[in-house]
């Protein structure tokens, strides 16, 4: 730029990305941003499809993650530890700076709309998988109808989605039917955590996947292993009396936050909003 022709224009940059190493990133407790679980079976896919496309957000000053807290649990459950490094916006917050910018950067408010025809348009490209672009093919065609699909070369693509509507009803049914089989609905129990950390080294010990759901026999089986008779006749109260006195409540575990992942342990169940 030559001296005087133009005036110079601040930096907005206010980062610079380094590596770090995991164990150094913290989950805000005060996080208010939730995930269900197929939002981050879908974020999931799109890292193992698209890789980590921008670092999350790092103060250096409180060692929280600004941004992309969930993008790292993911990177934990994909790597399953927490050994590993990893690039990120390293950035100096005061503590109501870090605040402002954890709400704003994932504000809808704060956040632009589709344009749908646009939208319509691309989603007709060829060879593009809806998938893969955070949307489902019945969010599509709730959303744009059934141009999209009917544009592409691939006309038998609104034959799978009717075929896969068709399969979600059909499993929905058959849940509802196997819940009425039940004589108690609570058959399942909460673990409740002090935090997304403590539950996540809590799923490494036990060598589960960060999954919500969980199998409470593989726990009790796990337990008894240890000398903890799980499988003890239940008591009068319903408590079953563990090998050494102890007492073991409940059938199963829902553990909460994570999303459903391939663990031969994992049990997937309807999306409840995780921390």
């Known amino acids: 730029m030559e001296t005087g022709s133009l005036k110079e224009l601040p930096s907005f940059d206010k980062y610079e990305v380094i590596?770090?190493?995991?164990?150094?990133?913290?989950?805000?407790?005060?996080?208010?941003?939730?995930m269900r679980d197929e939002a981050r079976a879908k974020l999931k896919r799109s890292i193992e499809r698209h890789g980590m496309?921008?670092?999350?957000?790092?103060?250096?000053?409180?060692?929280?993650i600004v941004g992309g807290n969930q993008r790292v649990h993911i990177l934990d459950s994909l790597y399953k530890s927490k050994d590993y490094s990893l690039k990120v916006c390293r950035v100096e917050m005061d503590e109501v700076q870090e605040?402002?910018?954890?709400v704003?950067?994932?504000?809808?408010y704060a956040q632009g709309d589709w344009d749908l025809n646009k939208l319509k348009e691309l989603m007709g490209t060829e060879g593009l998988d809806v998938m893969n672009t955070g949307f489902t093919d019945t969010?599509?065609?709730?959303?744009?109808?059934?141009?999209?699909?009917?544009?592409?070369?691939?006309?038998?693509?609104?034959?799978e989605l009717a075929t896969r509507c068709r399969e979600m009803q059909n499993h929905y049914d058959d849940l509802k039917k196997s819940a009425k089989k039940e004589d108690n609905a609570e058959f399942y129990m909460v673990m409740v955590f002090k935090s997304m950390d403590e539950r996540d080294d809590f799923c490494d010990l036990i060598g589960w996947d960060y999954?919500?759901?969980?199998?409470?026999?593989?726990?009790?089986?796990?337990?008894?292993?240890?000398?903890?008779?799980?499988?003890?006749?239940?008591?009068?109260?319903?408590?079953?009396?563990?090998?050494?006195?102890?007492?073991?409540?409940?059938?199963?575990?829902?553990?909460?936050?994570?999303?459903?992942?391939?663990?031969?342990?994992g049990v997937e169940g309807p999306g409840i909003s995780g921390s």
């Open 53 to 64: 496309l921008q670092p999350p957000i790092w103060n250096a000053l409180s060692k929280n």
């Open 139 to 159: 969010d599509v065609f709730r959303l744009l109808g059934e141009e999209p699909f009917t544009q592409r070369a691939d006309s038998t693509m609104l034959d």
């Open 211 to 265: 999954n919500r759901y969980q199998n409470g026999s593989y726990l009790m089986g796990l337990l008894g292993e240890h000398g903890i008779d799980g499988s003890a006749k239940r008591s009068g109260d319903d408590d079953a009396t563990a090998g050494d006195g102890r007492q073991v409540q409940g059938d199963s575990t829902e553990v909460h936050g994570g999303e459903n992942g391939s663990s031969d342990q």
């Open 99 to 102: 605040k402002e910018a954890n």
């Open 104 to 108: 704003v950067l994932n504000n809808y």
């Open 19 to 34: 590596e770090v190493h995991r164990s150094q990133l913290v989950h805000a407790e005060y996080n208010p941003r939730t």
